[in-house]
C-alpha cells in the first residue's frame, strides 16, 4: 500500500520555465509534509518542508503548495535550472513518529 | 545544517560475511535515527527506526536477526547486515532528525555488494 505516491515518473522542462512536481497521500494523519532532492549514489539533500497548518511555504525559487482536502501537495520551481536535474522525492510524516514515508520519485530533467 | 555521515560509501563482500555501516550525526545529537534502503528505480523504503539505549524498531518484513541495528549512543547507530546474500545488494541510507517536526538529514548512503 503506496500512501504517498508521485505519479509521474519524470518531467523534463525547459530552462527558465517552472518545473511542477506533484505528489498524493492517502494517509490523513500525516501532518508535516517535505521534499528532498537526491542525485545517484548519494543521500537525500532536504529542500523545504510545510506543516498541515499551512497551505503554502516559499523558499527562494521554491514553493511547496498544500491542499489537505485534497490530499495533495506541489513543488514549484521556478526559474528552472540545469543544476535542479534530479530526482525529488516527497515525503510525510505524523508529528512524534519521526518515521518519513517516500514517494517513488520523480526524475526532473531541466534543458539548457 | 546538520551533518550525517555514513561510512562506508561503498562495500563489497562475499556471501555468508557480515557487513556493518556506520551512521554518525557530526555535529547535533540524535536520539532517533533511521534506515532505509533504496531498490532500483524505487522509493526510499523504511527498515527500522533506530533509539537510542532501546532496541530497534523493525518495519514489516524487515528480518531483525538479519539487519542487526544498534544505536550506542546519540550521535551513532549501526546496522550490520548479517550471512549476506547477493538479494541483500542495495543502497542503504540512514537518516537523523535533531527533534521534533523538523526535516530529517541523511546520510550520503552506502552502496552494498554482496557477490
Known sequence: DQQVKQNSPSLSVQEGRISILNCDYTNSMFDYFLWYKKYPAEGPTFLISISSIKDKNEDGRFTVFLNKSAKHLSLHIVPSQPGDSAVYFCAATTSGTYKYIFGTGTRLKVLA | GAVVSQHPSRVICKSGTSVKIECRSLDFQATTMFWYRQFPKKSLMLMATSNEGSKA?????VEKDKFLINHASLTLSTLTVTSAHPEDSSFYICSA???????????????????
Open chain 2, 57 to 61: 524498531t523493525y518495519e514489516q518484513g
Open chain 2, 97 to 115: 532528525t535533531k527533534d521534533r517536526d523538523t526535516e530529517a538529514f541523511f546520510g550520503q548512503g552506502t552502496r552494498l555488494t554482496v557477490v
